[in-house]
């Protein structure tokens, strides 16, 4: 006997759900989703909770009627499908986290990633829970960086909401857009949908408990900039430039963002990046190839704290392209690492000691 899906809306009809004294198809509570196979039909009803008083009844019905109007022999297999719970307020997204770090820079080029990711890590080897965002819609590179090319997030039930899962690497949580694009494929999207993929990775993933929350910013000042600012409170943060005046003179405008009186977020500190070379067979020299301790006397002239002067070497490029970051070993630019992370303990304890929590942006206006 050959069984048709109008003959299972038709069985459907004549059950009626008690919450709305209508049937299932006029309640809109079934799922276009009806499969049939041989003798075997698989359907989906949807309810608005899990909690629904009438949904094993409801069940029992739908199968019944099948049963009576279709065949007796039919095998019925029925999913439920629920209302997802609203997304909370943004002043309720990331409950867990204690300090929001925005790793930032005015200029692109200067290794902000690379000190992103390595921070990171650095924190999670000295024992901290840590989670990191790459909030470059249009140009991510961390799952490159953590060798995680090929993972895809999946989603998990919570609290009746569907929460994405962020990718684990290294002791770090992780989620960025390239997850979910292809790597071969420019990322053409307007602001509006860059900003509304952003909000998802920050209300809609299932974070957790956290000791630091680093997000890898986009160069310059941005959709992606305002949407942070307008969405959580950044307990303060670092500003990374080379030492060369053009990036000095772009990160300027990224310390007078955060400075803006609109916005205040706190500046923990510099970091010098690309600070000197020094060939591996000659690890006594020291090559200023962008200049000297350019972003130390901007640090002086802030009055701001220079975090670290980190030095280019081979193995930061390798270990980028290779998804090992630098901060996992113990060589000289491994510990440069290490020590800024436990700087960045050092100026964050302070900043929240000595300051009252940061403010959303238009949220006390």
């Known amino acids: 006997m050959a069984i048709y899906t109008k003959q299972i809306v038709e069985a459907l009809a004549t059950v009626t759900y008690a919450g709305t004294k209508k049937n299932l ?10 499969t049939i196979n041989g003798n075997k039909v698989s359907l989906t009803l949807f309810f608005q909770k899990e909690t629904d008083p009438f949904l094993k009844s409801t069940l029992k019905a739908a199968e019944a009627a099948i049963h009576y109007y279709v065949g007796k022999d039919v095998e019925v297999e029925i ?9 909370p307020k943004e002043e309720e997204w990331l409950p867990g986290v204690k300090n929001i770090i925005a790793v ?12 992103s990711a390595n921070i990171a890590v650095a924190l ?10 790459d909030t470059d819609i249009f140009g991510p590179s ?16 919570k609290d009746g909401r569907q929460l994405i899962v962020p990718i684990e690497a290294y002791g770090v949580k992780l989620l960025s857009i390239g997850f979910f694009v292809s790597p071969t494929t420019a990322t053409l999207w307007r602001g509006g949908m860059a900003t509304s993929a952003l909000k998802q990775f920050l209300a809609d993933a299932d974070w957790g408990e956290l000791d630091y929350f680093i997000l890898d910013t986009p160069p310059g000042t941005s959709d992606i900039h305002l949407t942070l600012l307008n969405s959580i409170p950044i307990t303060g943060a670092v500003i990374v ?4 005046q053009v990036a000095l003179a772009d990160a300027r405008k990224g310390i007078d963002m955060y400075r803006n009186e609109k916005v ?3 500046i923990l500190g510099l970091v010098e990046n690309m600070s000197w070379f020094t060939p591996k067979e000659l690890p006594e020299n020291k090559y200023y190839l962008f200049g000297k301790e350019g972003c130390k006397r901007l640090a002086e002239e802030m009055n701001l704290p220079l975090l670290a002067q980190i030095p280019v070497v081979q193995g930061v490029c390798d270990s980028g392209d290779q998804g090992r970051p630098m901060a996992l070993e113990d060589t000289a630019t491994g510990l440069a690492f290490i020590n800024l992370a436990q700087a960045l303990v050092t100026v964050t304890n302070k900043r929240n000691r000595e300051l009252p929590p940061t403010i959303v942006v238009g949220r006390n206006q």
Not at 25 to 34: H, L, P, Y
Not at 79 to 87: D, G, K, L, P
Request: aromatic fraction near 6%.
């Open 241 to 244: 430039s080379t030492p060369q």
């Open 104 to 115: 930032s820079s005015g200029k692109g080029g200067v290794g902000k990633s690379t000190v």
């Open 264 to 266: 205040n977020v706190p």
């Open 142 to 157: 961390m799952p490159k960086m953590f060798g995680v090319e090929d993972a895809r997030p999946y989603a998990t039930q």
């Open 25 to 34: 198809v006029e309640s809109n509570m079934v799922v276009d989703d009806i």
């Open 79 to 87: 999913h439920t499908e629920f209302e997802q719970a609203s997304r």
């Open 124 to 133: 999670a080897r000295l024992g901290y829970k840590v989670g990191l965002l």
